[in-house]
């Protein structure tokens, strides 16, 4: 724990990630940059290997985009959704509200092939529904596409994704969805009713490029074979620089595995199975770094196949919130890991997820049937009102809270420590298969995830 805080080197992190780099976008010569950074950072404190590992990533970027009143030329904030695909209407504009089974009946067929106008936020006092679903259901209607209201006030905007991670993935087909402030949506419900004439273009390609993800290791002591990983995307949405929604967790890694490097060279304590410390590229395009990491390294059609980590932990977002504990994706760790929690004496509390979680980069993991866990931070309880940045400018090198991290570092060196000295047989065994994963992943989709409540 000392050393995580007297021996800190966040600020330097943070401010060549952040200030130095900037934003981060998954396949750019920036992410290039800051893989190179991170792995040069691992080899400084001397751990067993540090390398980058490219792999092939299918990524998009926009040029103009544009939402105008045809009549009165008034120009109407925007923003596209991730990856969404190019697009030019002229059409009427219908307010849809929230988007809600109920109220799209209502409309008929007045949204066919016109732009509907939709509330991200789940309609008050009914049972929640992912916008994700929503925008199937406007897209079914006929819209010819979504122009969504941005819930933050103070013209503040942020990328977002218009499809349901858990079983789609990318949807170049999908209906264009374009995102607005919360001012000019409330101006645009008010002049919907007049049926006004509204343009919306977005000017977007798809691409392939070349993306970077980077690996590191302390090599255990008495079960060099078996590994745990730790792990955190080091991307960023375009134009964001970051500061929580990556860095926090890329330092995370970063600093974590500095520590225990040292607890190695300066008192000679090894981990007992070796602890691998990740950085993924491609997290906010549908994971496609971890997907990539567990493709080529754990799936079955993987030419140099190793045994499967017995844990996963990720990263993300960590200066939302102090860390209160682990949440895994599948129970038969449970006692197991809050055991190991209880040895810490720090309070730290072990949950379980009810409702699968494909938002981060533990989840490819997951589709694996490996044990994958996040750490107990905003999605739950605690987030503090000042943390609600990550995928827009705002989201920089002074959003990262270098105390709180500092606390992270030490509590998941001393978890991971711990871990890694349980023989691997005496972990509980995961009854999952991939099939029964798979099974579960189908039954949530669709659904609206109890984390994201508002």
């Not at 392939?208 to 690996?215: G, R």
């Not at 974590?256 to 300066?266: I, P, Q």
């Not at 932990?313 to 038969?332: A, R, W, Y």
Request: aromatic content about 6%.
């Amino acid at each position: 724990m000392g050393e995580a805080w007297a021996g800190s080197l966040i600020n330097q992190h943070v401010t060549e990630l952040c200030d130095v780099i900037g934003p981060r976008w998954g396949g750019s010569e920036e992410d290039h940059r800051a893989a190179d950074y991170i792995r040069s950072q691992m080899n400084a404190a001397n751990l067993d290997r540090a390398e980058i590992e490219p792999f092939q990533i299918d990524t998009w970027n926009h040029g103009e985009v544009e939402i105008r009143l045809v009549d009165s030329g008034r120009e109407i904030a925007s923003m596209p959704f991730l990856r969404c695909k190019p697009t030019d209407v002229t059409a009427a504009l219908v307010d849809t509200g929230h988007a809600s089974a109920h109220e799209v009946e209502s409309l008929g067929d007045s949204l066919r092939g016109n732009v509907a106008l939709a509330i991200i936020a789940p309609e008050p006092f009914t049972t929640p529904e992912p916008f994700t679903a929503r925008i199937v259901r406007l897209a079914q209607a006929g819209a010819a596409c979504v122009i969504a209201v941005e819930p933050k006030t103070g013209g503040r905007m942020e990328y977002s994704n218009s499809d349901e991670w858990l079983t789609v993935g990318p949807q170049k087909d999908a209906i264009a969805v374009i995102k607005t402030s919360s001012e000019d949506g409330a101006y645009l419900s008010r002049v919907a009713g007049t049926s006004p004439a509204i343009k919306v273009q977005v000017e977007s390609t798809y691409f392939d490029s070349t993306a970077y993800n980077t690996v590191a290791e302390i090599t255990g002591e008495s079960h060099p074979e078996r590994h745990l990983i730790l792990a955190g995307h080091h991307d960023t949405v375009l134009g964001a620089p970051g500061g929580n929604d990556n860095a926090s967790g890329t330092i995370g890694v970063m600093e974590t595995a500095r520590v225990l490097s040292k607890l190695k060279d300066e008192l000679g304590v090894r981990p007992g199975m070796s602890i691998r410390f990740a950085t993924w590229s491609g997290e906010e395009q549908h994971l496609q770094g971890a997907r990539a990491y567990v493709r080529d390294h754990y799936s079955e059609e993987a030419s140099n196949r190793e045994d499967k980590p017995l844990l996963n932990i990720n990263l993300d977002e960590l200066s939302t919130g102090h860390m209160k504990g682990i949440v895994l994706t599948f129970p038969h760790l449970r006692s197991f890991m809050q055991n190991q929690l209880d040895t810490m004496n720090d309070g730290l509390k072990c949950h379980v997820l009810a409702h699968m979680d494909a938002h981060s980069d533990h989840f490819p993991f997951v589709e694996e049937a490996i044990d994958a866990s996040i750490t107990w931070r905003w999605r739950f309880w605690g987030r503090h009102e000042t943390a609600n940045f990550h995928h827009e400018p705002g989201d920089a090198a002074n959003k990262l809270n270098a105390r709180e991290l500092k606390e992270y570092v030490g509590q998941l060196s001393r978890l991971l420590l711990r871990l890694s000295h349980t023989a691997p047989e005496d972990w509980p065994a995961n009854p999952l298969t991939k099939a029964d994963v798979r099974n579960i992943i189908e039954g949530d989709a669709g659904h609206h995830h109890p984390a994201f409540h508002s």
